[in-house]
Each structure stands twice: as structure tokens, then as C-alpha cells.
């Protein structure tokens, strides 16, 4: 039984890990693993109650890996395709956008995300070290990215 289960958890590893490196690699993997696992049961004549159970969990844990999978996903989907990459010449947009407030998204240390009208963008600082959440303000652009100052209560 003890080994049923090991296979289990690496199957579910394995199915999860597809999510963020595809190529069915690891779903044909993890699925083997899983039916393995449910067949070593099978072999080793455990009461179908236990089988049954077993098996329960197994779906749910099954639904659970791919629920918290997709959610990851999605997170951080939105975080990068709201992402406004072009160059910063080529984007009048963005110069409309010098002189705007937001918040710092991630750390800049000195590069990271910024928030502005729900809307993230690549921003750099001259300063050494901006903590994330605290408000910044667009001065100017460099490529694909903003140049942010931290407002220290302005």
C-alpha cells in the first residue's frame, strides 16, 4: 500500500509539472503512475472498501492539482499579458503616461512591474531599492521601460 501511494504522489507531481512544462511528457507519465498505482492495489488483494477509498481520494486529489494548477496559471496569465511590452518610443500611450502615479507592483531593485490604471508595465529606478506597494511616479521611459521615482509624501 505504502508504495501505491508513493506512485500516486509522484503521478500527481508529474501531472501538475505538465500545467507549466507541456509536451505531454509528463501527463502520459504521471497518468501511468497513477494507474500503476491503482493496479498494485488491485494485485496485492486489499478489501474494496480500501480500493474504494483509495480511489476517492485519488480523484480528488486529482481535481485538487489541476484546480491549484490553472489557478497558478491564471495568476500569472494576468500579470503578464496585461503587460504593455512595446518599446517605449514606439508607444505614444506610454508617453501620455510620464508624470502618472501608481504603485510599485514587485520590488524594483532596481527593475520590476508597476501598476498604473489597472494596467502593469516594466519599469526601472535610478534609486537603489523601491519595497513593492509603495507609490511611484513615471519620469521618464528607456526602451520597454518606464523610469519610476519612489513619492516619498508628495
Do not use: C, W
Request: glycine share 10%; net charge positive; charged share 20%.
Amino acid at each position: 500500500m505504502f508504495i501505491a501511494i508513493i506512485l500516486s504522489l509522484m503521478g500527481l507531481l508529474l501531472i501538475y509539472l505538465e500545467f507549466f512544462l507541456p509536451g505531454s511528457i509528463f501527463a502520459i507519465g504521471g497518468s501511468v503512475l497513477l494507474i500503476t498505482s491503482l493496479f498494485l492495489l488491485i494485485v496485492e488483494k486489499i478489501k474494496i472498501l480500501y480500493f474504494g477509498f483509495f480511489l476517492s481520494i485519488l480523484i480528488l486529489a486529482i481535481f485538487l492539482v489541476i484546480k491549484i494548477a490553472l489557478r497558478k496559471i491564471k495568476t500569472n496569465k494576468d500579470i503578464f499579458l496585461n503587460s504593455d511590452q512595446e518599446g517605449f518610443r514606439a508607444s505614444i500611450l506610454k508617453k501620455d503616461l510620464i508624470g502618472k502615479y501608481g504603485i510599485a507592483f514587485t520590488d524594483l531593485g532596481p527593475s520590476g512591474k508597476i501598476l498604473i490604471n489597472d494596467k502593469y508595465y516594466f519599469a526601472i529606478t535610478k534609486e537603489n531599492y523601491i519595497v513593492k506597494g509603495k507609490k511611484i511616479k513615471i519620469i521618464d521611459g528607456q526602451g520597454s521601460n518606464f523610469i519610476v521615482k519612489e513619492l516619498h509624501g508628495e
